[in-house]
């Protein structure tokens, strides 16, 4: 069918409900986050319309840095699939970036999405990387020593952490990336400074981990350890959370054989992510 692409408006946001809130198996996050996606002034939160101006298709594109876009939450009507409305979108995301200074675009999905993933690599996107989302309830029982526990560090630790994390094999293995929910953007040595004054950046004798409270879950979005200190993180992360009353640990972390065993042996059920990009320059 013919249809065109505009901006949504707020006035889209019932009529996309409707049709986006039983995408997968647990539901959808689109419905309740259009509203602040269309308030972010960094992002453009597109639609598909007919003739009846109805939208049938959304997707977001978003600048995380002056340089890096993000595209997520492409959705189409289940009538309307396999109409060349998801392909378009995203070429329309990409045009919208690049004219806002982005030199690369990236986008993930699940490893086991093989409709979404087929479309991504029609669409021009290199793989660059495989992340482990885990998740894992607050320990119990075990009680980590006194030095294995993650407590707040401070400014004294930044440079550490970061010249470790720098030369690391998960640094290596994420291609520099850190992820902030389910976007990627490269890390930057200012990110240990924000987390220092949000009190959000913690250490122990195994490593540091950047860790915050996204609702009712204690997110982890960037790690600085070993193969072997692995386990103590994990487990420091489990107390942490038990300790602050929390519900849920998440994790996210580039995959590699010695992470999914430690993520498996403290008890962390983990999903592989792909990460794709596609460099602006590519497409100019």
């Known amino acids: 069918m ?3 692409i505009r901006p949504a408006t707020v006035e889209d946001i019932g009529s996309i409900s409707t049709w ?9 996050y689109v419905p309740d986050a259009l509203s602040d996606w269309l308030d972010d002034e960094s992002s453009l939160v597109m639609v598909c319309v007919g003739e009846d101006d109805v939208p049938i298709a959304v997707s977001r594109a978003q600048m995380l840095t002056p340089s890096e876009a993000w595209l997520s939450g492409a959705r189409v009507h289940p009538h309307h699939r396999r109409s060349g409305m998801g392909m378009a979108m995203n070429a329309h995301g ?10 690369v675009v990236r986008l993930a999905t699940e490893s086991d999405n093989e409709m979404a993933r ?24 075990r009680h980590p020593r006194p030095d294995d526990r993650l407590r707040i560090a401070g400014s004294a630790d930044g440079d550490a ?14 291609r520099d990336l850190m992820a902030g929910g389910w976007r990627w953007r490269k890390a930057r040595r200012n990110d240990l ?23 009712t879950a204690m997110e982890t979005v960037w790690i600085a350890t070993t193969p072997t ?12 959370a038990r300790d602050q009353e929390i519900d849920q640990v998440r994790v996210f972390v580039p995959e590699s054989p010695w992470m999914a065993e430690a993520l498996k ?10 990460i794709y990009s596609k460099p602006l320059s590519a497409i100019r």
């Open 265 to 274: 042996r403290e008890q962390f059920e983990s999903r592989p992510v792909v």
């Open 20 to 28: 986006t809130r039983d995408t997968f198996d647990w539901g959808d």
């Open 94 to 103: 990409v045009e919208w970036a690049g004219e806002h200074g982005a030199k």
């Open 161 to 174: 952490a970061w010249m470790f994390w720098s030369q690391s094999d998960i640094a290596h293995q994420g």
């Open 193 to 215: 400074d924000e987390a220092i004054q949000a009190r959000s950046f913690y250490g122990c004798r195994g490593g540091w981990v950047v860790s915050h409270r996204v609702d």
């Open 2 to 4: 013919a249809f065109v």
């Open 229 to 240: 200190d692995t386990p103590l993180i994990l487990l420091g992360l489990r107390h942490l």
């Open 118 to 141: 087929g479309q991504v690599e029609k669409s021009g996107y290199r793989q660059i990387g495989v992340w482990l989302h885990a998740v894992a309830e607050p320990a119990a029982g």
